[in-house]
């Protein structure tokens, strides 16, 4: 039961960001940057596993994670700059997360 209440709130976090993008597209980037779904998932992982040693690992994990897929965003920004289409912004920014799981692993284990 609880994985279906985790995709059902997640399904509608997505959702209405995408309509917000259409519409109020600053708001819908403010939205999406909030840790909204860290704010989900923290208490439930922790209700599921009782473990408060895993759930403090688990938001180290996370602190370390976000600067680093952030720069997911970096090719959108430079794409103005350099005239790249959507497409090959956004392969740019899938191929990042490849190194930047390898720089997450590394930096989890170094702190």
Partial sequence: M????????SALVIGVAAWLSGRFPRAAGFLVALPLATMLVLPMAHLQHQDAE???EF???ILIAVPVVMLFLLPFILAVRFGWPFWLSYVLACLWLIPAFFLHRYLVRLL
Avoid: D, I, R, Y
């Avoid at 609880?2 to 709130?9: I, T, W």
């Fill in 2 to 9: 609880a994985v279906v209440v985790n995709v059902v709130l």
């Fill in 54 to 56: 895993k759930t403090v």
């Fill in 59 to 61: 938001a180290k994990s």
